[in-house]
């Protein structure tokens, strides 16, 4: 095996444009187009500290493609957070829109903070000094920003609060993700889980996955807790949960509820009763059915790619799997769901968030769902029709879709 050099997240990206133009007809123009951003935007955040002192943070907005309309994406808080990352992230976040098929572009945002070690004081002053820099670049016809890692819908409410202040705009339609009585969509809490839960069931029978399927989640955040228990809902049997820390595995199977309660109340998965402790890479090769990554980027390399024994990977994390190893997985006949499908859930519920904004209108739980379920399942089918007719894997099938798409709105 050779060894493979770490890429920063833009890197693997680009990596993934150049593997969908081998098998498709891409042409060099709209490549480079791609591998180019509208506009990136760094900014330095003055905020006030509860003892009396100011600290500067960094903020960043990178608007990467507005061919389908308004930039669309979320805003990170993290302390790895960086310009390569939320590059990489808007040119998914592009890719994830056109194939989805929603009149959105691509973006994303973010602060390099680690949000743990503010008060709310100083978390709410900081998300609001954001919203000072960058509110000429943002709105509803121009970029729409949402949650992503470490924000919350009480984030976006202050957000929308400081916008609707510095313009004068109450559609509320400018941030997404925000809390239903402050204009949220239905449903945008579990969107991103479900609408995972949709593509895979749209695409196990294709892919030769049992009805009853065993599953490893890696990640107890919003996405992967939401998953874990929407899998078991519908009569699958997850096998493995974890947190950043470690997880815990049950050939029997796990209560995602149980496991989520016990974290809550002992802050750690370790000792949770019944249950093996394991660590997150020993998770990642378990014998399952379906490995749903659901944490941080470049968690599948070209280092371990070989020993996945999973049938197929349903990717609801973003960039989890690097190019070396798609490469060695679809070698293996093992199917990545890649996570421009498989995790476009939230940003189609954030799309008719702002739809209902613009409208005045509020659409229910099961409205919201049924059109998230429709809008998937005919996208994935599209997708995977596509892999066969070219022979080729899922991910760079999801990428020609989309390119294409992008391709015809630029001829407009």
Do not use: C, F, W
């Given at each position: 095996m050779s060894k493979e050099i770490p890429l920063n997240p833009f890197e693997n990206a680009l990596n993934q444009l150049k593997r969908a133009q081998k098998v498709g007809k891409i042409s060099d123009e709209l490549l480079e187009r791609m591998q180019a951003p509208e506009r990136e935007i760094r900014v330095g955040l003055q905020v006030a500290m509860d003892d009396g002192s100011k600290r500067i943070f960094e903020g960043y907005r990178?608007?990467?493609?507005?061919?389908?309309?308004?930039?669309?994406?979320?805003?990170?808080?993290?302390?790895?957070?960086?310009?390569?990352?939320?590059k990489a992230l808007a040119l998914w976040m592009t890719l994830k829109t056109a194939v989805a098929n929603i009149p959105m572009g691509g973006g994303k945002g973010g602060i390099t903070v680690d949000p743990r070690t503010l008060s709310p004081g100083e978390l709410e002053r900081l998300s609001r000094a954001w919203v000072r820099a960058l509110y000429r670049n943002i709105g509803p016809k121009v970029d729409v920003p949402a949650p992503d890692v470490n924000t919350t819908p009480e984030i976006m409410s202050w957000m929308v609060d400081e916008y609707e202040k510095l313009t004068g705009d109450k559609t509320r339609a400018a941030f997404t993700g925000?809390?239903?009585?402050?204009?949220?969509?239905?449903?945008?809490?579990?969107?991103?889980?479900?609408?995972g839960f949709y593509v895979f069931n749209a695409l196990r029978e294709g892919l030769h996955i049992p009805a009853s399927a065993t599953v490893a989640v890696q990640g107890m955040g919003n996405v992967g807790g939401h998953a874990a228990t929407i899998f078991t809902t519908h009569g699958h049997r997850v096998v493995a949960m974890s947190d950043s820390k470690g997880g815990v595995y049950s050939a029997e199977g796990l209560d995602p509820t149980k496991v989520e309660a016990y974290k809550?109340?002992?802050?750690?998965?370790?000792?949770?009763?019944?249950?093996?402790?394991?660590?997150?890479?020993?998770?990642?090769?378990?014998?399952?059915?379906?490995?749903?990554?659901?944490?941080?980027?470049?968690?599948?390399?070209?280092?371990?790619?070989?020993?996945?024994?999973?049938?197929?990977?349903?990717?609801?994390?973003?960039?989890?799997?690097?190019p070396e190893a798609d490469d060695i997985l679809f070698a293996k006949g093992v199917a990545v769901v890649p996570d421009i499908l498989a995790n476009s859930g939230g940003v189609v519920v954030s799309t008719f968030e702002w739809q209902q904004n613009l409208a005045s209108e509020h659409w229910s739980e099961t409205e919201v769902n049924n059109k998230l379920k429709e809008l998937l399942e005919r996208e994935a089918s599209n997708i995977f029709a596509r892999a066969k007719e070219l022979a080729t894997d899922l991910r760079r099938a999801a990428f020609l879709v989309a390119l294409e798409r992008i391709e015809a709105a630029l001829e407009k």
């Open positions: 990178v608007q990467h493609s507005s061919a389908r309309g308004p930039y669309k994406g979320g805003i990170r808080y993290h302390a790895q957070a960086d310009m390569h990352e939320v925000k809390p239903i009585a402050n204009g949220g969509s239905e449903g945008r809490d579990k969107a991103t889980g479900l609408g809550k109340e002992h802050k750690s998965l370790e000792g949770y009763p019944g249950a093996k402790t394991i660590s997150n890479a020993e998770l990642l090769l378990l014998e399952v059915d379906v490995l749903v990554p659901a944490a941080l980027e470049n968690q599948i390399t070209g280092q371990n790619a070989g020993d996945i024994k999973a049938k197929i990977i349903l990717e609801l994390a973003n960039g989890p799997t690097t």
